[in-house]
Nanobody, 119 residues
Framework: VQLQASGGGLVQAGGSLRLSCTAS????????MGWYRQTPGKQRELVAA???????NYVDPVKGRFTISRDNAKNTVDLQMNSLKPEDTGVYYC??????????????WGQGTLVTVSS
């Protein structure tokens, strides 16, 4: 298993959850790491991403509430989700976008972890 995600669950609106994803060193070290969300009937969409040097990118609805971080020593990427809203509900997937080396170049996905926010 290249990516292993954990941390989903059920939380009330306004609460917090922290998702964590552990990757193999080979996959992690050169990758942009991201968290995506998928809801029924919709395509998987990017929520947040972090580059190897720590630059981050968020979709507008989660700005100020979610924080993505990576630990390059532990090969992990976390998503701290605060002030959760019912519309944050979905299956969250960890992603590694690997640019090199050529023999492993591509996009890798962890198993999804379900986040349910009740109103």
């Amino acid at each position: 298993v290249q990516l292993q995600a954990s941390g989903g669950g059920l939380v009330q609106a306004g609460g917090s959850l922290r998702l964590s994803c552990t990757a193999s060193r080979t996959i992690f070290r050169n990758s942009v790491m991201g968290w995506y969300r998928q809801t029924p009937g919709k395509q998987r969409e990017l929520v947040a991403a972090v580059t190897t040097d720590g630059s981050t990118n968020y979709v507008d609805p989660v700005k100020g509430r979610f924080t993505i971080s990576r630990d390059n020593a532990k090969n992990t990427v976390d998503l701290q989700m605060n002030s959760l809203k019912p519309e944050d509900t979905g299956v969250y997937y960890c992603n590694a976008d690997v640019p090199r080396p050529q023999d492993i170049r591509g996009s890798y996905w962890g198993q999804g972890t379900l986040v349910t926010v009740s109103s």
